[in-house]
């Protein structure tokens, strides 16, 4: 295998079973270099699994899997990412300034510990024991411990679940700045707005397969349309400008 100038991972006819349970049935997937990608879809939609097999931590039972053109298994492929996962068990009594520097020690040329505070929003929070943290604030710090390696290829598997508006909005910061430097961003969430907010392309799961792929605009686009008739006082001009509403006409009577 060798690493293509443009992909920086792939899927290709990738299947997994557990047990009965088919998690994925033939996906092919490809994220391109300095691309924020979203997996959209339902629980159980096979978003965590193609997670799970870009970063070799499952194996497919059927079709092909690359991390910069090689077995994601490979620590040189593994040194190149960073990683925030739905669920993290980290030593509650560590503080977090400390697995800051455990994390990015494992790393040949990581981020000053300063910088990835700052970028995660966590500056304040150096100095206190990981379990004495909010859910929330938890998050931050995953976020943190993922990006203060400087990977090229970040996995964000629903990042911004238990964050209020606010840090949300600011993780969607980091990851926008992250996105213009150079670094390519695989996002797994539930929201279509998180999806609009971020990504450049957008491939949408369900029961293990790609439904459809593409822009946020272009998916909307394939939606078919509803046709609502009503009585109203409300300007015609007004709505047609509402995001949702492909044109208006009048009728008096």
Not at 157 to 176: N, S
């Amino acid at each position: 295998m060798t690493e293509s100038p443009t992909a920086v991972a792939r899927l290709a006819g990738a299947v997994k079973r557990y047990d009965k349970h088919l998690a994925l049935d033939g996906v092919d997937l490809v994220l391109r270099r300095g691309e924020l990608l979203a997996l959209l879809g339902p629980n159980g939609a096979g978003k965590s699994t193609s997670i799970g097999l870009l970063l070799g931590l499952i194996r497919p039972d059927a079709g092909h899997v690359e991390l910069f053109g090689v077995d994601p298994q490979r620590i040189d492929a593994r040194r190149r990412i960073g990683v925030m996962l739905q669920s993290s068990n980290l030593p509650p009594t560590l503080r977090v300034g400390e697995l800051l520097r455990l994390t990015a020690s494992y790393y040949p040329a990581p981020r000053p510990l300063a910088e990835s505070a700052a970028l995660a929003g966590i500056a304040d929070l150096l100095k206190r024991p990981y379990g004495k943290l909010s859910g929330g604030q938890q998050r931050r710090v995953q976020f943190a411990l993922a990006l203060c390696g400087r990977p090229e290829l970040l996995f964000l598997d629903e990042p911004t679940v238990g964050m209020d508006i606010d840090a949300r909005q600011k993780l969607w910061a980091a990851m926008r700045r992250l996105v213009a430097d150079g670094c390519s961003v695989v996002l797994t969430t539930h929201y279509l707005e998180e999806a609009e907010a971020l990504a450049q392309r957008v491939v949408v799961l369900d029961k293990g397969r790609v439904l459809s792929e593409g822009s946020v605009d272009e998916l909307r686009a394939k939606v078919a349309l509803s046709r609502i008739r009503c009585v109203s006082d409300l300007d015609a001009a007004a709505v047609a400008r509402w995001p949702q509403v492909a044109s208006v006409s009048c009728a008096d009577g």
